[in-house]
């Protein structure tokens, strides 16, 4: 009996297990066939494979600028994220004051506003900036990173400061006494002993920001600055009836997030799990 | 504080402050100040002061009532729907089966691939795959294209938010079922507990903490939905599915109406707000401590 129950959650984890990549699997096969083909069936696979669709995607979409644009614009803003958070949160953590417990209240506070709630107002500001500061903040990936900064403080300072307040303090006391200074203390001694948490806040910032549709194309209109998310929008607005190559297109998108999921998936996993229970 | 201690201080902090302030807390408080005014956001035209009228005449606007009526019922199935697939996806996942780390792998993937590709992959098989299933076995009432239809499109928008979310809360809650003591679960065993009364009695209750989360999490993602709504639906058909987020881009965007649209923002800060903390603060007295 219980070997039985055991062999039916097997099957049954295993079923579901495909029921979640089939999307993929239709993707793929799609993405190979004429027009033709795939309106006969969606689900039977190609007659040939051949990567024809894949290069018109590509070059439709401005794929490979695209690519560029993304890597830069997350690779970019989550270093300075990492670098500004931990900052600032060991300085809150570490300072406690009036000062300090305000501040990191309004952090906490901001968690809670939608995005919606901003734009509108950031998009004036952000204009404001552009033309009575001369600092371009609209159709730059600079202006973008910032953006993104800002937004993601919030969390990254939330998160670090609790795993800072569970470090004890001796450490930098003893450090303090050997003549080393803040900068030094935190950048020798406190930073290393974050990684963890380093691992956490990045992996949650990488996803948040490659993602994001809607601040982008709020602020990029330039066509050669879109990124992968924008480049997908105006390629469905404008290919939409042409589904094998929107198919080859979606692929394309996927690529990168797979390969990015196959080289740090232990990380990624733990790094979600240890976000969650702190 | 000392002198020099100030100095590192500002050093540390002010970079990241700057940033936040310009981003986040001096739009906010325009936010708050444009809801006031009537404004169709061309700098040149004047901005009326209307004081609290753009705030009652939401009211009065059948399609943002009907937007957030849509949005409450799409919040409820999918955080129910969410967190069911979840919590069984990991009580499945950690439980010693051997295809246990491929599941897992699979489930939470779609969380990585996005909200505004995942909508479009599903508008396809919705629109193509659903039909042809439908067509094969003849289940044409289950299998049509969901999507073109005034009830099951919200529904579509359900399967695919649990689609891509369900992976995500199935890691908060591996990691709270991880955190449950095994001696207390052998104990238990010793002492006759069956499976279910294991669950119910021990590892609910200390899943508490996971549950607080993962609600949260739901909540206020399935409220504040946008991507999905954006490249699945659309808002269609005949607005059906226009969720909260997106009557608000639209009101704003779309239409010009920039006071108007910036008091539905900013009630809808306060909605989210309400919501997660109600939830946050019911679902944590509930926590128990080891």
Do not use: C
């Not at chain 1, 690519?67 to 300072?95: D, E, H, P």
């Not at chain 1, 990173?145 to 300072?157: A, D, E, K, Q």
């Not at chain 2, 996942?93 to 505004?116: D, E, H, Q």
């Amino acid at each position: 009996m219980k070997i039985l129950s055991k062999y039916a959650k097997e099957v049954l984890l295993f079923l579901a297990a495909l029921f979640f990549l089939s999307p993929i699997y239709i993707i793929i096969v799609n993405s190979f066939k004429n027009r033709q083909e795939l309106y006969d069936n969606a689900l039977a696979l190609p007659e040939k494979f051949s990567f024809q669709y894949y290069t018109e995607a590509m070059e439709k979409m401005g794929f490979l600028s695209a690519l560029g644009n993304s890597l830069y614009i997350t690779i970019l803003s989550v270093l300075i994220i990492v670098v500004l958070s931990s900052m600032t949160a060991w300085m809150l953590a570490r300072t406690d004051n009036k000062l300090s417990n305000i501040i990191f209240m309004t952090f906490i506070a901001t968690m809670l506003i939608p995005f919606q709630t901003l734009m509108m107002p950031l998009m004036q500001l952000m204009g404001t900036i552009t033309n009575e500061l001369h600092i371009p903040m609209f159709n730059t990936r600079e202006g973008l990173i910032f953006m993104h900064v800002g937004f993601s403080s919030s969390i990254s300072v939330f998160l670090y400061h609790g795993f800072i307040k569970s470090i004890p303090i001796t450490l930098e006391e003893a450090a303090t006494i050997d003549g080393a200074t803040k900068f030094g203390v935190f950048w020798r001694i406190i930073f290393p002993m974050l990684k963890p948490i380093t691992v956490t806040v990045m992996i949650l910032n990488v996803i948040n920001i490659w993602n994001d549709y809607l601040l982008p194309s709020l602020t990029l209109t330039d066509k050669g600055l879109r990124t992968i998310p924008l480049s997908t929008f105006y390629f469905f607005g404008e290919f939409t009836i042409k589904w094998n190559l929107a198919m080859a297109g979606l692929m394309l998108t996927i690529i990168p997030v797979v390969i990015f999921y196959v080289l740090a998936q232990k990380h990624i996993i733990k790094g979600i799990g240890e976000g969650a229970v702190k | 504080m000392k002198k020099g201690n100030r100095g590192w201080y500002i050093l540390f902090t002010a970079p990241l402050l700057v940033i936040f302030t310009t981003v986040v807390i001096i739009p906010f408080l325009i936010g708050i100040y444009y809801s006031f005014f009537e404004w169709d956001g061309i700098a040149a035209n004047p901005k009326v002061f209307v004081g609290l009228d753009n705030f009652i005449r939401l009211f009065d606007d059948a399609r943002f009532l009907k937007s957030a009526w849509i949005t409450t019922v799409f919040t409820i199935l999918a955080v129910i729907s969410v967190n069911i697939v979840g919590l069984t996806a990991a009580l499945l996942v950690t439980s010693k089966l051997r295809v246990a780390n491929v599941a897992r792998t699979l489930v939470f993937m779609p969380y990585l691939i996005g909200g505004l590709i995942l909508g479009y992959i599903w508008q396809f098989i919705f629109l193509d795959v659903f039909t042809l299933i439908g067509d094969i076995t003849g289940l044409d009432g289950i299998f049509f294209n969901w999507l073109m239809d005034m009830d099951y499109a919200l529904y579509a928008m359900v399967f695919v938010f649990t689609w891509q979310m369900a992976g995500y809360v199935m890691i908060i809650y591996i990691a709270g079922i991880q955190g449950v003591p095994n001696d207390v679960i052998e104990a238990a065993k010793i002492d006759g507990a069956t499976g279910w009364q294991r669950f119910r009695k021990i590892t609910f209750p200390l899943l508490m903490p996971a549950f607080t989360i993962s609600l949260f999490l739901t909540l206020s993602s399935a409220f504040k939905i946008y991507d999905v709504n954006l490249s699945l639906t659309g808002g269609g058909p005949a607005n059906a599915t226009e969720m909260f987020a997106m009557n608000i881009y639209n009101e704003i965007f779309g239409y010009g109406n920039y006071g108007f649209g910036q008091a539905k923002a900013i009630i809808f800060f306060f909605v989210v707000a309400a919501i997660t903390l109600t939830q946050v603060y019911v679902t944590k007295k509930r926590e128990v401590e080891m």
